[in-house]
């Protein structure tokens, strides 16, 4: 049946599953990739035996798998553009959106603002096979500012390596794909029920190393009128931003009189009295930055530390003042390493 469904609709199959997955659906392409591939080249024998050899092919075979490549790039194309533009437009918002999706909310972001200030914008030529990465990484593209013709061409160039992987490794092992396909018609829904078992216990382990996480962090935390109450009091308290300097750039406001927090805590806070009342902010799913940065805070002898409940969205949403940062000072160096990287 499925042999017959991909011989059927198999490029308006690839193209749908291809855009959907990269408009964040959680529907994996790259079987589908490598299912097409495989039975392209198996239909495109006439006669004999399936071989796994790629100088064997019929010639046939290489249009109809250069046309899955094109396809399957072009849906990609468009399903990235879409979230590179709803990045450069809404920033953080759409960012705070997407993690609220990802079953990794409270580190997802953050990851791909690593890459990003490792290697720039380059990272999209391969971020199609980094689990987790592959459609955050669009978004925070167009949130740091990079330019369309630099995301473009190494968007492009990713989307084509990795569909063109995934089409030639099917091909190559197309007599393999043959025998697997042969024993799941064989089975029926039985093996369906394993690999929803499979996703099931796959999700049910990542729940729980989330919530494990949160435990871990669990911790008082202060919410925005009390803290707004605190600040106008004597002495007022001494309010952190925790935020990575990347994500400063993308939202250059902070918490009016905050402490931009840098990599070296401790030299930033050494004149700071240790019974001083410090609060921490972030804007990540379930304060958990600001919490870390609470429980390090503790571990360096102050004793009155707690995380804003809701961060600085919910500063914001309350309706009281942001002060604007400096570009400089919110980037940190980082959206010129970026801008660098774009343009090599």
Known sequence: MLRELIIEYGLPLVFANVLLECLGLPLPALPTLVLTGAITVSASFASGPVSGLATAFPSAAWWPL???????SIAALIGDTLWFWLGRRYGSRVLAFMCKLSISRDTCVNRSLDFFGRF????????????GLSTIAIPVAGATGIGFGSFLLYDTLGALLWSGLGVAFGAMFADLVDRVLAWLDLF???VIVLAV????LYLAVRWWQRVSLLRRLRMARIDIAMLRALLDGEPPPLVIDVRRRERRAM??????????LHDDAASQLAGIARDRK????????????????AKELTAHG??????????LEAWRAAGYTLEPLMIEDAANGAARAIARSSSA
Not at 66 to 72: D, G, P, R
């Open 302 to 311: 102050f004793t009155d530390v707690a995380p804003l409940l809701g961060g």
């Open 197 to 200: 078992i499979a996703l099931a």
């Open 120 to 131: 720039g914008v380059r990272i999209l030529a391969v971020s199609k096979f980094i689990p």
């Open 251 to 260: 939202d250059p406001f902070a918490i009016p009189g905050a402490l931009l």
């Open 278 to 293: 410090l609060v921490t902010y972030c804007d990540c799913p379930s304060e958990v930055s600001a919490a870390l940065a």
């Open 188 to 190: 029926g829904r039985g």
């Open 66 to 72: 250069a046309a899955i490549v094109i396809t399957a």
